[in-house]
T-cell receptor, first 114, second 111 residues
Framework: NAGVMQNPRHLVRRRGQEARLRCSPM?????VYWYRQLPEEGLKFMVY????????ESGMPKERFSAEFPKEGPSILRIQQVVRGDSAAYFC????????????FGEGSWLTVV | EDKVVQSPLSLVVHEGDTVTLNCSYE??????LLWYKQEKKAPTFLFML????IEKKSGRLSSILDKKELSSILNITATQTGDSAIYLC???????????FGQGTRLTINP
């Protein structure tokens, strides 16, 4: 049973380009979360999705960032017109239910904006 | 605003020492407190604490929650170099499916 799979693991983008990060949750999990970790900081909640629905996007920047979790396929975190400050590790997590201890994290996607 | 603060931010000790990591929180609706270990990749779950005063133990690691003081500690005894990692404390907020993380404690164990 594969864990939470994220790709790409490392991504380099020039300022102004778009970044797309993908997350396949653990088998059977329908709850997906995205967290961002800036250098030397803890993880910050961005968005919580269930299949085809955004449940809580209170941590998402208002502009340039969007997330989806379609009926088929992985969850996508999309960052348009990237800036240097977007450089961070983006972690996806999934859960079977909504209890904290059943949240499993992926290995992260490291975005570097040059 | 919900907040979780960890201390110290960084700690360097020798193999065999015992360490205590601290976590304090201010949240509107506390549900549980979780500890994770992060070694340059996915945070891995260590403990979940919901009740005050009950120690959770796993090998050389143990943790306890104090709801009166709004804090938790993570103890590691007889440390080994493999314990070197960032230890993250997070609070699960009641009614919101999200974790509020502290900034982490970077623990380095020297041989």
């Amino acid at each position: 049973n594969a864990g939470v799979m994220q790709n790409p693991r490392h991504l380099v983008r020039r300022r102004g380009q778009e970044a797309r990060l993908r997350c396949s949750p653990m088998k059977g999990h329908s709850h997906v979360y995205w967290y961002r970790q800036l250098p030397e900081e803890g993880l910050k909640f961005m968005v919580y999705l269930q299949k085809e629905n955004i449940i809580d996007e209170s941590g998402m920047p208002k502009e340039r960032f969007s997330a989806e979790f379609p009926k088929e396929g992985p969850s996508i975190l999309r960052i348009q017109q990237v800036v240097r400050g977007d450089s961070a590790a983006y972690f996806c997590a999934s859960s079977l239910d909504i209890r904290g201890n059943t949240i499993y994290f992926g290995e992260g996607s490291w975005l570097t904006v040059v | 605003e919900d907040k979780v603060v960890q201390s110290p931010l960084s700690l360097v000790v020798h193999e065999g020492d015992t360490v205590t990591l601290n976590c304090s929180y201010e949240v509107t609706n506390f549900r549980s407190l979780l500890w994770y270990k992060q070694e340059k990749k996915a945070p891995t779950f260590l403990f979940m604490l919901t009740s005050s005063g009950i120690e959770k133990k796993s090998g050389r690691l143990s943790s306890i929650l104090d709801k009166k003081e709004l804090s938790s500690i993570l103890n590691i005894t007889a440390t080994q170099t493999g314990d070197s990692a960032i230890y993250l404390c997070a609070v699960e907020v009641q009614g919101a499916q999200k974790l509020v993380f502290g900034q982490g404690t970077r623990l380095t164990i020297n041989p």
